[in-house]
């Protein structure tokens, strides 16, 4: 008897897909956040404009302030006035170029651009060490010839700002502070910068750099039993600086006049005495562009560079120097602000460690030209002539204007 074969039953073809019918109002719902999302992403990528307009307008006074230092000189020696404007507003340019580019990055981008920025400024930093180094003003500080000249020391600046929010930014979980380790490799790698600053000798660079890390490692919460030993190893580094005469004799000398000027009005104090001089004569209102006795005669060293506060102080008067004040004021209050609403620690020790930058430098650059402290030398930051440091400033801006977007971006 032949047993049939067993009858296998027919697949059954699958059914075709039916999109879900969601009702009209979820839809609508769903279709409005997805919208209010890509409204909040689309903003995050648009510039704070009060810190741009803050900057872009101390670049402006900066432009017109080196001109009106330079411009007049340049013309009595029958040379063209505008070199210098030329100069500043290329500066500028560059500037602006970087600035827009650390603006449109994201942290990770910044992340990723961090090592090979700080790699770079400390071998920029070594170059100027040997032959292809220029000495400019007692420092051996420049790499460069003619008109193109570079200094590595401010364009290491936003570079260790980056490298320190990273190595103290990222605590392990539960955590609230940085460890040991992660603050003895902070200072390990600050100390590289500062102390190739130190060979030059740079006082006023190695100042900034100092105040930079001292402030991002208060930032970043760490134990004051550090803080209280940094700032012992500081002050004692200071006095075995004095006393195994590291610094330069112009450097001390001026560190001696410091407390009265006047004492030696035609040595190292000249600078000093000059710049209370020309500060002073502009009154309350000024003497007028380009009408400056002090500034036109030429009679205050590096007055577009380290003094161009002067510049303000004597032709637009106290309201122009208020006006320049404020400015910078401006940034430095949009960029705790930023450190305040960033939305990671990296953020927001890379806002902080910018702010502290700024407002040091400010405050030095200030104070030595009113006679508060002993000139070092330090440009004013956005405003003092020079394309390494401008470049500098408006790339940090734009690391701010990074950091602002990073809350919105990550919805």
């Not at 307009?53 to 020696?77: N, Q």
């Not at 090979?116 to 460069?144: D, E, F, I, K």
């Not at 600046?157 to 992660?182: N, Y």
């Not at 009154?283 to 030429?298: A, E, K, V």
């Amino acid at each position: 008897m032949t047993v049939p074969a067993p009858v296998r039953p027919r697949p059954t073809p699958p059914a075709p897909y039916r999109w879900p019918v969601r009702p009209a109002s979820s839809a609508v719902r769903s279709a409005s956040r997805s919208a209010a999302r890509l409204a909040r992403r689309v903003a995050g990528g648009v510039p704070d404009w009060g810190l741009a307009g803050a900057a872009g307008a101390l670049c402006l006074v900066g432009v017109v302030l080196v001109w009106a230092s330079t411009g007049p000189r340049l013309a009595a020696e029958g040379e063209d006035p505008r070199t210098y404007l030329r100069r500043q507003l290329l500066n500028v340019a560059v500037g602006a170029v970087v600035m827009v580019a650390f603006a449109l990055a994201d942290h990770g981008a910044l992340r990723a651009w961090t090592p090979p920025l700080y790699a770079l400024g400390c071998l920029g930093l070594l170059a100027v060490l040997t032959p292809l180094g220029r000495t400019v003003n007692g420092a051996q500080s420049w790499l460069g010839a003619g008109a193109l000249q570079v200094q590595p020391s401010e364009l290491v600046k936003p570079a260790l700002v980056l490298i320190l929010a990273m190595l103290l930014g990222e605590q392990p979980d539960g955590e609230h502070r940085p460890r040991g380790a992660q603050v003895l490799l902070a200072l390990a790698v600050a100390a590289v910068p500062l102390g190739l600053v130190m060979l030059q000798p740079d006082l006023g660079t190695f100042t900034i750099i100092a105040a930079i890390t001292f402030g991002m490692l208060v930032a970043a919460g760490v134990r004051w039993r550090w803080i209280g030993l940094l700032a012992s190893a500081g002050a004692a580094a200071a006095v075995l600086a004095w006393v195994l005469g590291l610094l330069r004799p112009h450097q001390v000398h001026r560190l001696l006049t410091f407390a009265d000027p006047l004492a030696d009005p035609q040595g190292a104090g000249y600078n000093a005495a000059q710049a209370l001089i020309t500060v002073g004569s502009g009154g309350l209102s000024g003497r007028g562009l380009l009408r400056g006795d002090q500034t036109g005669g030429g009679f205050v060293p590096e007055q577009h560079t380290d003094f161009v506060f002067t510049v303000a102080g004597e032709e637009l008067g106290f309201a122009g120097s208020a006006l320049v004040l404020l400015l910078l004021w401006a940034v430095l209050a949009r960029g705790l602000r930023v450190a305040a609403r960033a939305a990671s620690p990296y953020g927001t020790l890379a806002a902080a460690g910018i702010v502290c930058w700024f407002g040091v430098q400010t405050f030095v650059n200030v104070g030595m030209v009113v006679g508060l402290l002993p000139i070092v030398g330090v440009p004013l930051p956005l405003v003092s002539y020079g394309g390494s440091s401008v470049v500098a400033c408006l790339a940090a801006v734009g690391v701010l204007m990074s950091v602002r977007g990073q809350d919105v971006r990550r919805l």
